[in-house]
């Protein structure tokens, strides 16, 4: 389960992440961090591209599973929007 800590957000909107979490993150000045907007509240992501693109692809794949989209779905939509790119560059030239 996941450790809350909580933090007090400045007149400026800015938090102060305690320095345990810092160090453990390998934080320094002037690193950026992901924040999600979720229904439930935010979520401020690590560093890490692919813990940032899970967590931001995590609610667009709670809505696909509810509409019955599967994954191989995706995988042919994108492939014809390729091939329609594909097939208007070519008309455009």
């Known amino acids: ?52 693109f899970d967590a931001l692809a995590e609610p667009i794949r709670r809505e696909a599973e509810e509409q019955g989209i599967t994954p191989d779905d995706v995988m042919d939509l994108i492939k014809k929007m390729r091939a329609e790119r594909t097939a208007d560059e070519s008309n455009a030239a």
């Open 1 to 52: 389960m996941a450790k809350e800590r909580m933090v007090r957000v400045s007149s400026k909107g800015q938090i102060v992440l305690p320095k345990r979490i810092r160090d453990k993150m390998g934080l320094r000045e002037g690193d950026y961090l992901a924040v999600a907007e979720l229904e439930e509240g935010l979520i401020i992501l690590g560093k890490s591209r692919r813990d940032v």
